[in-house]
């Protein structure tokens, strides 16, 4: 079954370093989403991404943040200077077009320490 | 806005025990309605789904119905395994407008343990 997959599970890194989360969406999906769990916190959305473009976000998507799809599968999220508050667990998911009903698809997640 | 409200957790049970998990929710149009569940160390996996009124949900044994009048969508089980000790949580999406792309808002999500 096709599943969602992201890398790497978990990035460790210091204040204010560049990270790059990576996933891969199904293949024949067309709408993908990223999504943070802070610990103990309720899922939260980021962004979503149709087209090509970035179609809504949320208040938590900043400058800091951007996304981009660069090779047709990959989709990627950056935070361009971690603080210590990004810390959490970030899902990607995507979605198809039609007859699903907006049902989506996560991958496992991955796991973001800022030191 | 679009909001999801959950029941307080988290909730013990022993196996066997009826479970109820109350989510009511406050949308600006026509949402679909979902429960998914988050295992130990695992993603979020979707458990089962309704996209209009009166509609029942169902998987592995859970259910829940979608109930407008109430704007709720509560999830039950009659009979509990430890096996479905997880974190459950409710959502709902709003496709179109032109201003919606299908982002989900979740509940605060419900921590379950089930003991033999």
């Known amino acids: 079954e096709p599943e969602v997959t992201q890398t790497p599970s978990h990035q460790v890194t210091q204040m204010g370093q560049e990270v790059i989360l990576r996933c891969v969406p199904i293949s024949n999906h067309l709408y993908f989403y990223w999504y943070r769990q802070i610990l103990g916190q309720k899922v939260e959305f980021l962004v979503s991404f149709y087209n090509n473009e970035i179609s809504e976000k949320s208040e938590i998507f900043d400058d800091q943040f951007s996304v981009e799809r660069p090779d047709g599968s990959n989709f990627t999220l950056k935070i361009r200077s971690t603080k210590l508050e990004d810390s959490a667990m970030y899902f990607c998911a995507s979605r198809p077009t039609s007859g699903s009903h907006n049902e989506q698809f996560f991958g496992p997640g991955t796991r973001l320490t800022v030191l | 806005g679009n909001s999801v409200t959950q029941m307080e957790g988290p909730v013990t049970l022993s196996e066997e025990a009826f479970l109820t998990i109350n989510c009511t929710y406050t949308?600006?149009?026509?949402?679909?309605l979902f429960w998914y569940v988050q295992y130990p160390g695992e993603g979020l996996q979707l458990l089962l789904k309704a996209t209009k009124a009166d509609d029942k949900g169902s998987n592995k044994g859970f259910e829940a119905t979608y109930r407008k009048e109430t704007t709720s969508f509560h999830l039950e089980k009659g009979s509990v395994q430890v096996s479905d000790s997880a974190v459950y949580f409710c959502a709902l999406s709003v496709v179109g407008g032109g201003t919606s792309y299908g982002k989900l808002t979740f509940g605060q999500g419900t921590i379950l343990t089930v003991h033999p």
């Open positions: 949308a600006t149009g026509y949402p679909s």
